[in-house]
């Protein structure tokens, strides 16, 4: 059986005791409870409340749990009402365009695949959900990387490695390609992330019209364009998309 670290056992142990029953204890309380001494307890609680996850009330001294906790929460949160909220949508938007549909999110400088629609037809498809793409070279990821700041700054800084002869490795040109991404409002990757592959993407906003994620549709490049360039029929189906998402999760009209 693999070890577990006590420290962590113990600050777990320490959150779990404040996320229930009253809502402030005394250092007292805490170390009797977890059956430590006052003086560790005392280390913990210090600590915990040096990363925001535990504050200190000035006038009583007693504790309770941090604002750190509840902006993890909501992250854990967003994810999931996103890919809630994007269920019915990516379902219509992977039959009306007969490709696979995906949502991700920005996750440790790349994009995570959060949903992922099959292609409606009777292939043979590998379940992407959990899988980790490139920020610089998809659709996806130059779309978080155009509209959200955080992207953008994680992308600039990367490598900028080439994964096909296509990719774009030069930051500058990567530059004003995310130029053009929010001048119309949506993102490409034509044979830059897999050879003969193309993606089309689109952002998702939240209630605050800040960007929570984004969705696309990739497919084989003969499918996706039309008369030379990508289908402008695939394009309005991946926006409107991105539109309807963004309005369930009270966007608004945009």
């Known amino acids: 059986m693999a070890r577990t670290i006590q420290s962590l056992e113990r600050a777990a142990a320490v959150l779990r005791l404040l996320a229930g029953g009253e809502r402030r204890l005394g250092l007292s309380d805490i170390a009797s409870a977890i059956g430590l001494a006052k003086a560790t307890t005392h280390g913990l609680l210090r600590t915990l409340q040096q990363e925001g996850f ?30 809630a909220r994007a269920l019915v949508w990516t379902d219509d938007l992977a039959r009306s365009s007969g490709e696979s ?6 996750h440790q400088q790349g994009v995570l695949i959060v949903h992922h629609v099959f292609r409606p037809d009777d292939s043979r498809q590998v379940l ?7 920020l610089h070279s998809t659709a996806l990821g130059k779309v978080l990387a155009a509209y959200d700041p955080v992207a953008h700054n994680e992308v600039m800084e990367s490598d900028f490695a080439a994964i096909t002869e296509l990719t774009v490795t030069d930051p500058a040109e990567f530059e004003r390609g995310l130029e053009r991404v929010r001048a119309r409002g949506w993102a490409s990757d034509v044979g830059e992330t897999w050879d003969g592959v193309a993606s089309i993407a689109a952002p998702i906003l939240d209630r605050r019209r800040m960007p929570v994620g984004a969705v696309g549709i990739t ?19 991946v926006r409107d998309c991105a539109r309807s998402v963004s309005r369930d999760l009270g966007a608004g009209r945009f």
Do not use: K, T
């Open 54 to 83: 535990v504050e200190q009330d000035p006038s009583s001294g007693r504790y309770q749990l941090g604002a750190e906790l509840l902006r993890l929460g909501n992250s854990y949160l967003d994810v999931h009402e996103l890919r």
């Open 101 to 106: 549909a995906y949502v991700g999110v920005l």
């Open 128 to 134: 992407e959900v959990g899988a980790m793409q490139p």
């Open 219 to 237: 497919g084989a490049e003969e499918r996706m364009r039309s008369d030379g360039a990508l289908s402008p029929r695939l394009i309005a189906a």
